[in-house]
């Protein structure tokens, strides 16, 4: 052993009144049997019903006996007080000397993942931009219940590799533009990692005044998957800074090259305790990020492309015919159909706002039908056993059907009952028969979304 310093007194202390420095007990022990330069260090409070508050220089503690690795050589020094019912007591600093490096204590694959390794520094920023766009992520921050972390690991009982280490396990991953209430979009700043000269940390956020710019020292534990910052705090949005009591001590969700989730306990008072988990992608990712071209997906049969005459005989069956149609009640009704692609399967798909037990009601005694029949077009509808009926024109350059003083079949008092005369068919398919149409009744050009009812021949 070597480099032992002890600070202590036998005087006795009454309850509740305020110790003085001479009165603490504590022990600072470099450990030189295993480190010849004195890296590993034991701190020890011997001062009794007192909680210990350790600042020593590259990270906090409050445990009683904590043993402190410094991987790089310098001078360190180590602040002891402690925290009695008389309040907070201060002991005199002690600077300790570390001769030698020890890089063995920053060679684990997480130190070398988060700062890029010995002797040099990594960038990490927020992942969403001013454009909104998250790069890696779906967006900039998720919520975990408060017995997640690693998410490499886990207890047997919930099924191994899973993030779970107790009761209250649960995610919610929200996408970004679906969920833009989370933060707004902004360039945020950057935090980098250093391991030039010591384990030092910078952050800056831009979006953040109050925060602004801070240097600071930071140590990760590789085997509680923690990261823990001394003057310094992670980067984060100010809507969130009143409900995070410590921005300074995160658990490591994830780590790898590009990519990092940190995660800070939310107080209970703001909507309950929970993790809320930042990502980040490293700023070489980030730069060096290309968008993936994608093909836009759109639904089978959207915005048909037709021959001359192929809706009329769709619609009628032919020259001296006519065909009935009926709305698909026992299938797929209704939809919203958003560039190109709609997202019901079924009535069920949009119960309660849209389809509902009225409809079905309609449905079930209700038709129309299209007639070529003496060179004439005419459009019967058959609601609810009352008929009436007019003539219809198609535009084939646009798909569109006008029906002269009618249209289609009504459930009055509902807000999906088409006003409209004039119909388009936005999906149409060559196997209409058994697939049938959707006509479009009413559209909006700012979403590029259509309200369509399917009609299918009963």
């Known amino acids: 052993m070597g480099g032992l310093l002890i600070s ?134 998720y919520f975990y219940g408060t017995n997640n972390g690693w998410l490499e690991g886990g207890d047997e009982w919930s ?18 533009p679906g969920n833009s209430w989370i933060m707004a979009a902004g360039d945020y700043g950057t935090m980098t990692f250093s391991l030039d000269g010591g384990p030092f940390v910078e952050v800056d956020n831009l979006m953040f005044a109050q925060q602004g710019k801070q240097s600071g020292t930071y140590y990760l534990d590789a085997n509680s998957h923690t990261l823990t910052m001394t003057d310094a705090q992670l980067l984060h949005n100010a ?39 930042f990502n980040f992608i490293s700023k070489e990712y980030s730069d060096n990020w290309v968008p993936e071209e994608t093909e836009p997906t759109i639904d089978e049969g959207f915005d048909p492309s037709l021959e001359a005459g192929q809706l009329l005989e769709m619609l009628t069956g032919g020259q001296g015919s006519g065909r009935v149609w009926a709305m698909d009640a026992a299938g797929n009704p209704v939809d919203w159909v958003t560039a190109g692609a709609g997202w019901t399967v079924d009535a069920s798909s949009s119960a309660d706002w849209g389809w509902n037990s009225s409809w079905s009601t309609v449905a079930s005694d209700s038709w129309i039908r299209f007639d ?57 398919f060559d196997d209409y028969q058994t697939k049938g149409i959707w006509f479009g009744t009413s559209y909006d050009s700012e979403k590029d979304e259509w309200l369509a009812f399917h009609y299918i021949i009963p």
Not at 93 to 115: A, G, H, M, Q, R
Not at 159 to 165: A, E, P
């Open 8 to 141: 202590c007194d036998d005087h006795e202390n009454s309850m509740g009144e305020k110790l003085d420095p001479s009165e603490l007990k504590f022990e600072i022990e470099q450990d030189l049997t295993i480190d010849q330069g004195g890296n590993t260090v034991i701190l020890t409070n011997n001062t009794p019903g007192t909680i210990p508050i350790w600042n020593y220089g590259t990270g906090r503690s409050n445990k009683a006996i904590d043993t402190i690795r410094f991987a790089f050589a310098g001078e360190y020094t180590i602040e002891f007080s402690v925290m009695t019912e008389g309040g907070l007591v201060e002991a005199d600093p002690v600077t300790i000397s570390v001769t030698d490096n020890n890089f063995e204590y920053v060679e684990n694959e997480l130190w070398l993942k988060l700062s890029g390794g010995v002797g040099n520094a990594k960038t990490w920023v927020l992942d969403l931009d001013a454009e909104g766009v998250s790069k890696y992520f779906v967006g900039p921050q």
């Open 159 to 176: 099924g191994g590799s899973t993030g779970c280490y107790g009761a209250d396990c649960w995610n919610w991953n929200p996408d970004w």
């Open 239 to 277: 809507e969130n800074d009143d409900c995070v009591s410590n921005w300074s001590d995160m658990k490591i969700f994830s780590l790898t090259e590009d990519t990092m989730q940190l995660g800070v306990l939310r107080k209970s008072s703001c909507d309950g305790a929970a993790y809320l988990v």
């Open 372 to 428: 070529q029949w003496n060179g004439m077009q005419t459009y019967t509808r058959n609601q609810s056993g009352v008929e009436t009926s007019g003539t219809f024109t198609i535009n084939e350059a646009t798909n569109e059907i006008t029906l002269s003083g009618e249209v289609l079949i009504q459930n009055p008092g509902n807000w999906m009952t088409p006003t409209t005369n004039t119909i388009t068919v936005i999906k149409a």
